[in-house]
């Protein structure tokens, strides 16, 4: 549960360019279509939303359905004006959300 | 709602049209079906134009319980004109969701990547909406060696 999402971005950028955010949650993501040994439903766990905001503005999120593959993957791009930090959160179905930042330098 | 979703069903295109003509089976049949439902909802019923979408997906996924896919669509990524919606539907897995992405101008690119479950052989549809209220969409098949979801 307290796995720590990975991330991957520069530190630093050019005013104006357009950086590439890699991003990996360790997660099951349970598709709720699988059954136990015993025949019954394991029921949905997954993480069903994905957000990503630059000083606090909106760049990219993304509404997830089980059809992900576990530990989702999100890979995007952002563009970059001025210093500042991002935030990143991944929302689970059992209403837990985790949270990340990163700052990034713009000369 | 019947005839919207065939009408939307058409206006996603050739690859879900040939599917269905081809027939497969009634549970690809059924797939396509919802797949087209969620595309028309997704669109409130109005016609997607062909193009502007690269959908990139190995042509063979041997392992179905992870496959990477990236979707871009060419748009300027302006305030005045940007995609914001990126729709991605199966139409051979259990349910026809598989991811929405939205974007904004601070994107820079209407792109992503991430990686998904197919259960079989299928189609994958794209359906991306721009800030002007245009749609475009575009489909690719990719054969699945063994598929995921658990099944």
Not at chain 2, 52 to 65: C, Q, R, S, Y
Request: aromatic share 6%; proline share 5%.
């Amino acid at each position: 549960m307290a796995e720590k999402p990975r991330l991957k971005l520069p530190k630093e950028a050019k005013k104006g360019e357009i950086i590439e955010i890699k991003t990996l949650m360790p997660h099951v993501m349970e598709s709720g279509q699988r059954k136990d040994k015993d025949g019954k439903t394991i029921p949905r766990r997954i993480i069903n939303k994905f957000t990503a905001e630059f000083n606090g503005k909106p760049v990219f999120s993304a509404t997830i359905e089980p059809a992900v593959a576990a530990n989702p993957y999100l890979q995007f791009t952002a563009k970059v004006e001025e210093s500042g930090t991002f935030k990143f959160s991944w929302t689970d179905d059992d209403g837990s959300i985790i949270t990340a930042e990163e700052k990034i330098t713009v000369a | 709602m019947r005839n919207m979703t065939r009408r939307a069903a058409l206006a996603v295109g050739a690859g879900a049209v040939t599917l269905t003509v081809v027939g497969w089976n009634q549970g690809a049949h059924a797939a396509a079906k919802e797949a087209a439902d969620d595309v028309a909802k997704f669109t409130g019923g109005k016609a997607a134009t062909q193009g502007k979408i690269t959908i990139e997906l190995p042509e063979i996924a041997e392992n179905g319980n992870t496959v990477p896919l990236t979707v871009s669509v060419d748009a300027p990524m302006t305030a005045e004109n940007y995609v914001s919606d990126v729709l991605v539907v199966s139409e051979g897995n259990p349910n026809p969701g598989v991811v929405t992405f939205h974007f904004t101008p601070l994107s820079g690119k209407a792109e992503a990547q991430t990686r998904i479950r197919l259960a079989a052989t299928q189609n994958i549809v794209v359906v991306a909406k721009t800030s002007k209220g245009e749609f475009y969409a575009a489909q690719k098949q990719v054969k699945v060696t063994i598929g995921g979801c658990g099944g």
